[in-house]
């Protein structure tokens, strides 16, 4: 099950568990988006479905998790949280972006945890897995990005601490923090015309291999901590950022 599974990093990661064979739920609030992904993949193939979900509404979560356990045996593996929103604001921010931004990056990671444990703890535990995406803006500061980069720091933390109440269930929790990456919400949140040509050069310096990530080399991470490779790795964060930190 991945959050914010119909474009970007979230559908790169529904795209590599589906070739792996798994059946996977597409959590996202753009429906639009998502059916075009549950189509384009099905049409592969692949056993996907879309759910259209609000993070922020943990009784829409609830139902969706539970739609989606009832037609899966009523269990369910592996979560991956990727839902987010892109405020960057800093002293011009106000409550409602602050409530904004913690509500889907922070509270919308917990409670899809809290919908989707009584179904990881009834397939076992052993062998589920949950992945918060986070970011390396959770561990630097950058101008004007108190809203984002704060909440990505609280996650960082709450990954910490969900591993350590779900652990008695055996199951794990990680976060991965990935850097640029060129994706749709990174393009909308350039600080200026141009597309991927023009921004590529600028941002290349910060990176050890001059370049920003495609989608698919931060999904393949979380595919392996979600694997049995990963067994014993539990309440880490991977930063998967080219050398960036």
């Known amino acids: 099950m ?19 064979g798994a059946t996977v739920a597409i959590f996202d609030y ?9 189509e384009q993949l099905r049409s592969e193939g692949k056993n996907v479905t879309f759910y259209k979900v609000d993070v922020c509404s943990f009784g829409d979560v609830k139902n969706a998790v539970y739609k989606f356990a ?40 917990a409670f899809t945890v809290q919908a989707v444990h009584p179904f990881m703890k ?11 995406i986070a970011s390396v803006s959770g561990s630097r500061p950058e101008a004007n990005k108190w809203t984002y ?30 850097a640029g990456t060129w994706t749709s919400a990174l393009l909308n949140t350039l600080p200026g015309p141009g ?5 590529e050069p600028i941002f290349a310096p910060q990176y050890m291999l001059h370049r920003c990530a495609e989608p698919i ?7 392996f901590l ?12 991977l930063p998967i950022d080219g050398g960036h930190m």
């Open 2 to 20: 991945v959050t914010g599974g119909a474009s970007g990093i979230g559908y790169a990661t529904v795209n590599e568990f589906a070739k792996e």
């Open 30 to 38: 753009d429906e639009e988006i998502g059916k075009k992904a549950e």
């Open 70 to 109: 009832e037609q899966n045996g009523g269990v369910i593996h592996h979560l991956v949280n990727g839902a987010a929103t892109f405020i960057f604001k800093g002293l011009d921010a106000t409550l409602e972006d602050f409530n904004k931004t913690f509500t889907t990056n922070v509270s919308g990671y």
């Open 122 to 132: 009834k397939a076992g535990g052993k062998g589920c897995s949950i992945i918060n």
């Open 149 to 178: 980069n704060s909440s990505k720091a609280a996650v960082l933390t709450l990954t910490k601490c969900m591993a350590l109440d779900l652990s008695k269930d055996g199951i794990r929790v990680n976060s991965v923090s990935p």
């Open 195 to 199: 597309g991927r040509e023009k921004w």
């Open 217 to 223: 080399e931060i999904a393949r991470p979380i595919l």
């Open 226 to 237: 979600c694997s049995e490779d990963a067994s014993f790795i539990t309440a880490i964060d």
